[in-house]
């Protein structure tokens, strides 16, 4: 099964950025790709940004598309989500998680079978 841990998160003021990582390990039995999910108290969790391990498709929710972009170090199996121009809404618990299989609904949360522990991203006004 594969392991996956964030890094990156923190508080940020209002039109700054972070750069959040997710690092991949384990072995599994198959591997499409990493999404990142985001999500607040009393709320459902988020679709944020994926991106395939072995294609150049990328995927973004709508709230991100172009502030957000979702990068990919595949010798490393590192996935990273550099965040540009945060407000205070983009303020949650940011998760990445794993893709085993090819699918086209990398915005499900159904897709993924692993998920980090989250990095804690505030953005304060």
């Known amino acids: 099964q594969v392991q996956l841990v964030e890094s990156g998160g923190g508080l940020v003021q209002v039109g700054g950025s972070l750069r959040l990582s997710c690092a991949a390990s384990g072995r599994a039995r198959s591997s499409y790709g990493v999404g990142w999910f985001r999500q607040t108290p009393g709320k459902e969790r988020s679709f944020v940004a994926a991106i395939p391990w072995s294609r150049d498709a990328l995927y973004y929710g709508d709230s991100v598309k172009g502030r957000f972009t979702i990068s990919k170090d595949q010798a490393n199996k590192t996935v990273y989500l550099q965040m540009n121009d945060l407000r205070p809404e983009d303020t949650a618990l940011y998760y990445c998680?794993?893709?085993?299989?090819?699918?086209?609904?990398?915005?499900?949360?159904?897709?993924?079978?692993?998920w980090g522990q989250g990095t804690q991203v505030t953005v304060s006004s």
């Open positions: 998680a794993h893709a085993p299989l090819r699918t086209l609904y990398l915005k499900h949360q159904s897709s993924y079978d692993s």
